[in-house]
């Protein structure tokens, strides 16, 4: 043990459980928040932590359970990875989006500033918060124009955690997290669905999968990578805001064609707009395009420049694009198989 303690927010998601893992290993004493159920239990199971987490019941529209969590963690250290995560879900609930990941940010900082004020605080910002602002590399100096009822929730939190920093002299940093993903994605995200789908479809389990946007251009980095430059931030002797992401971009056409690749299944697109498709050799239709996948605004292309978490904490994205997608294929194939997923 190092002694210290650290509270995490959403600690069942993808990121709260790497993280969750990562502070294990560095000897924290680790409080995980999360809503009742047990929607993201497979994800310590599959990390091998089930159990080593002191689990705290938080749902952040409640103010009274977030200051018995605070009190009951005493924490060092804060993540705030709780939220209503789906970019397409806010358009359907705008209202439930902004009540937990912008009011609940706020009932979150104001319980710290009463119960925690010596606490380090992280805040799970967004690469969506730069919404439309053209196609250069997007760096912690460039302007926000969010484009979902999602990302103008989150630039309500980013900004406040700001406003904490500065007017209320608390220790309170953003990490502005360009897409990070992994085997431990929730099946709901496009990444995810796309490589089940290559799997289950080689294992003649499915036939074809629907997606939107194909040209969406995306910053894709693994998700482990990310949350040990979340903790890295924390641990800097002033708070501050960092871009998270490699600097690499891809369209979603292209990770498609990559994990169907991973999983032996060459495609080529035919058709364009709603029409196209993705066909396999066999001249069956695989990957079809939906409406119903598409965002009502959608952001075309999120580039990020992560030089200064690079330069300040000595963190840069290293697995690539093609690796990634391929390490998600075959993790589906192991979990299929009822092996071990190497995460
Ligand atoms: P995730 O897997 O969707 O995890 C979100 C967690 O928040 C889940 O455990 C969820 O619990 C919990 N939650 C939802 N509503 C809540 C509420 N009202 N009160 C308390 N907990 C609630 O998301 P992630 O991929 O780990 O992302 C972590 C954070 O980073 C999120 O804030 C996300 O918006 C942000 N982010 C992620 C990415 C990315 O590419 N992954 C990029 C930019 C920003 P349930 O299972 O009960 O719903």
Redesign the pocket.
């Known amino acids: 043990m190092n002694g210290k303690r650290a509270l995490i927010?959403?600690?069942?998601?993808?990121?709260?459980a790497y993280l969750s893992r990562l502070l294990l290993e560095k000897g924290y004493q680790v409080y995980g928040a999360?809503?009742a159920?047990d929607?993201?239990q497979w994800r310590l199971r599959e990390l091998g932590i089930e159990g080593r987490v002191q689990e705290l019941p938080?749902?952040?529209?409640e103010t009274s359970n977030i200051i018995d969590a605070l009190e009951k963690a005493r924490p060092d250290e804060i993540y705030?990875?709780?939220?209503?995560?789906?970019v397409l879900v806010s358009f359907a609930q705008p209202v439930l989006t902004a009540e937990?990941?912008a009011v609940?940010v706020a009932r979150l900082l104001e319980a710290m500033r009463k119960a925690a004020p010596e606490a380090r605080f992280f805040q799970?910002?967004?690469?969506?918060l730069f919404g439309s602002t053209g196609s250069a590399q997007k760096n912690e100096t460039t302007d926000f124009h969010p484009k979902s009822p999602y990302a103008v929730s989150?630039l309500y939190a980013h900004w406040l955690t700001v406003n904490y920093r500065q007017a209320q002299g608390m220790y309170a940093c953003n990490g502005i997290?360009?897409?990070?993903?992994s085997p431990l994605?929730?099946e709901e995200f496009l990444t995810r669905k796309i490589t089940m789908a290559a799997a289950r479809i080689t294992k003649g389990l499915q036939e074809k999968v629907a997606v939107g946007n194909l040209d969406a251009l995306r910053d894709w980095g693994y998700?482990k990578e990310y949350v040990d430059a979340m903790w890295r931030i924390l641990q800097q002797p002033e708070p501050d805001d960092y871009i998270l992401a490699t600097g690499e971009v891809h369209s979603v056409r292209e990770f498609i064609g990559t994990a169907f690749a991973a999983a032996g299944l060459g495609l080529r697109w035919e058709g364009s707009g709603l029409q196209e498709k993705g066909v396999d050799q066999d001249g069956k239709v695989r990957v079809e395009v939906s409406k119903e996948f598409y965002r009502p605004a959608d952001v075309k292309e999120l580039i990020g420049d992560a030089s200064k978490a690079e330069r300040v904490l000595g963190w840069k994205a290293r697995t690539k694009f093609g690796d990634l997608a391929a390490m998600m294929v075959d993790s589906e194939i192991r979990r299929m198989e009822g092996k071990k997923v190497e995460l």
């Not at 938080?58 to 529209?61: A, E, P, T």
């Not at 705030?80 to 789906?86: G, I, L, R, T, W």
């Open positions: 927010t959403g600690y069942r998601g993808q990121d709260g999360d809503r159920g929607s993201g938080l749902d952040l529209l705030n990875f709780a939220a209503q995560s789906f937990v990941n609940g799970a910002s967004t690469a969506e989150k997290l360009f897409n990070h993903e994605r929730g998700a």
